[in-house]
């Protein structure tokens, strides 16, 4: 029965995709994701803060149950610091029907350079797709716990909304959030950054990017790495990051291919 | 009554078919070979198998099930059947000839999160309505 096994086996065998099928079922699937072709990130950037947080936030989603035998959806446990998912950010995701996190575009080696009480954060939000409205969004920075000082004397923390950099003179910067923090307080400072996303959304040329200043009790300016807060020269599953939540303002039909 | 137009203008050709195809159905009725009632069957999309886990984050895959089965008379409760099927399925069953029977389908869907990186490495978390099977029922 040696051709009748090999007809069996051969009809078993799932059948092989010819490459231009494959293409096809791939943009298919992609134009379901609503996606005009497959991303290519970096590689490696998968224990970043901003995809950990992402991938706390995927997982509080995880409602429908398991259907017997696949384990198809096994919340993907983050590993060493993940940033928490305040219920706050639980509360927008509900609205949201799609969040999306930014890297802060500023280099890292701007930190030695810079001056010692001020950090520049820049996002780029031009590939948010048309017809969404920022419901929520957050910049977060990461406090780390800094033993030499006494456990406490606070810091203030401002972040500033960048108006206007006038070639010659100094940035004009408006106040959008503060936050006071203890020398023995460690984790995410969340700043909402929701009015001014919807800003840049609509006029992208006004999104000139952030300051954040440190200040101690008496108001001297400090270096925010010495108070504990880290940003571009540190680890990278601590790096501040953006992230902001949307809601679709049109129903958008796919488009017929 | 179904519109009588609907036989004058079925070509030759086409009749034979159907002829071919009640055949068919009336054998695998005779031979008693029951056919299973419309409901959901596992169907599993694997982005794995796509290729894709580079830049999806999660899930690695989703159980998307799809609906399948006979909506024929009678029509047992689990079928989740609409009125108009229910009707449907009588006349079909009186008549074969004038309508076909309802379709085997979802009556419920849910939707699926998918996270994943975009081309500069910043990360997205959406949402898509109407991608897995929670219920199959006639139409």
């Known amino acids: ?257 | 009554s179904a519109h009588k137009g609907r036989q004058s203008n079925r070509s030759k050709p086409q009749r034979t078919v159907q002829d071919a195809l009640k055949a068919v159905e009336a054998a695998t009725d005779n031979l008693g070979i029951s056919r299973e009632g419309c409901k959901k069957h596992e169907l599993y999309v694997s982005f794995r198998d796509l290729g894709w886990q580079d830049w999806i984050i999660a899930p690695e895959g989703y159980a998307a099930y799809y609906c399948e089965g006979e909506c024929a008379f009678p029509l047992n409760s689990y079928m989740n059947a609409t009125n108009h099927a229910i009707v449907q399925t009588l006349v079909h069953f009186i008549n074969p000839d004038t309508v076909p029977k309802p379709c085997c389908a979802p009556t419920q869907l849910h939707g699926i999160s998918v996270l994943y990186f975009d081309d500069s490495s910043n990360v997205i978390l959406k949402k898509y309505r109407n991608m897995v099977v929670r219920a199959c029922g006639c139409h």
């Open chain 1, 1 to 257: 029965n040696f051709s009748v096994d090999n007809e069996v086996r051969s009809s078993f065998i799932q059948r092989r995709l010819r490459s231009q099928e494959r293409r096809e079922m791939q943009r298919e699937i992609l134009s379901i994701l609503g996606l005009p072709h497959r991303p290519r990130p970096h590689v490696h950037t998968k224990q970043n803060a901003a995809p950990m947080f992402m991938l706390d936030l995927y997982n509080t989603i995880s409602t429908y149950p398991e259907p017997p035998g696949y384990s198809y959806y096994k919340p993907v446990l983050p590993t060493q610091v993940s940033p928490m998912v305040t219920p706050q950010d639980s509360r927008f995701l509900d609205d949201a029907d799609m969040v999306m996190s930014f890297v802060n575009l500023v280099d890292q080696e701007q930190d030695l350079l810079y001056q010692q009480h001020r950090r520049e954060f820049r996002f780029d939000l031009s590939r948010i797709p048309e017809g969404e409205t920022v419901t929520a969004a957050e910049f977060r920075i990461y406090k780390d716990f800094i033993q030499e000082r006494c456990e406490n004397e606070t810091f203030r923390v401002s972040v500033y909304q960048v108006l206007q950099e006038p070639p010659n003179s100094e940035v004009e910067l408006l106040l959008l959030d503060q936050r006071d923090v203890r020398a023995a307080e460690e984790g995410w400072l969340v700043f909402d950054l929701t009015d001014t996303s919807n800003l840049w959304l609509v006029n992208p040329e006004q999104n000139l990017g952030l300051h954040l200043v440190l200040e101690d009790s008496n108001g001297q300016g400090w270096n925010p790495q010495l108070a504990g807060l880290v940003t571009g020269s540190g680890p990278q599953d601590k790096q501040p990051f953006m992230v902001a939540f949307f809601k679709a303002n049109e129903v958008r039909f796919r488009s017929i291919r």
